[in-house]
């Protein structure tokens, strides 16, 4: 058990565009879901944690209205990057938690490239 | 704030040798998680393990084992007869209450060698 989906795994898009990044907890139900970026040989920065029916709470210096979070069920959460620029292209990962939010069981990532 | 230290930035092991990888952490809360996590070349991030600070017993997974000395603020793993799908990334992270969130070390990088 604790199965977390993300889709795309890969995506490329142009500079301007808007990318949605899904994230899916497949058997359980997540009450809170997390976001994260990863660079290269990097560690894991939170972006911003994902409650259901609530607004996301985003950390210092992310930018709430160009990394859109929507939590629309249990099982499912969205990071829409808006006007995408070269600088956003990163390994994006979310987590779920089931148990509590201390124990967070991990998506497989969605690499964005933005030319 | 929590901070997590990893000092070891690469290990390399033999297999079926032990490795320990080191964590050091600081957080000024009585109540919180520690947990290992691994992350392979696929980069899919995988929980090896977790304790709780409450909790004096070392918390053990199969053949990874944690050394919990919390008067030291100390959270190392112990990896017994290595393999070679042990090679990864391991990052050490920690959860308290009032932050609500993980912090994660730097990671430190294993490569098990035959």
């Known amino acids: 058990g604790a199965v977390v989906s993300q889709h795309p795994s890969r995506v490329i898009c142009k500079s301007g565009t808007s990318v949605k990044i899904e994230c899916r907890s497949l058997?359980?139900?997540?009450?809170?879901m997390f976001w994260y970026r990863q660079f290269p040989k990097k560690s894991l920065m939170l972006m911003a944690t994902?409650?259901?029916?609530?607004?996301?709470?985003?950390e210092q210096g992310v930018e709430k209205d160009k990394f859109l979070i929507n939590h629309a069920s249990l099982t499912l959460s969205t990071l829409t990057v808006t006007s995408a620029h070269p600088e956003d292209s990163s390994f994006y990962i979310c987590?779920?938690?089931?148990?509590?939010?201390?124990?967070?069981?991990f998506g497989p990532g969605t690499r964005l490239t933005v030319l | 704030a929590q901070t997590v230290t990893q000092s070891q930035p690469e290990m390399s092991v033999q297999e079926a040798e032990t490795v320990t990888l080191s964590c050091t952490y600081d957080?000024?809360?009585?109540?919180?998680?520690l947990f290992w996590y691994k992350q392979p070349p696929s980069r899919q991030m995988i929980l090896v393990i977790r304790?709780?600070?409450?909790?004096?017993q070392n918390a053990t997974e199969n053949r990874f084992s944690v050394n919990f000395q919390k008067a030291a603020k100390s959270f190392s793993l112990k990896i017994s007869d290595s393999q070679l799908g042990d090679t990864a990334m391991y990052f050490c992270?920690?959860?308290?209450?009032?932050?609500?969130?993980?912090?994660f070390g730097t990671g430190t990088r294993l490569q098990v060698t035959l």
């Open positions: 987590s779920a938690s089931r148990e509590g939010p201390d124990t967070q069981y």
């Open positions: 058997d359980f139900q997540a009450t809170t």
């Open positions: 994902s409650n259901e029916g609530s607004k996301a709470t985003y």
């Open positions: 957080t000024s809360e009585s109540n919180y998680y």
């Open positions: 304790q709780e600070a409450y909790k004096q």
């Open positions: 992270a920690a959860f308290t209450g009032t932050a609500s969130k993980l912090t």
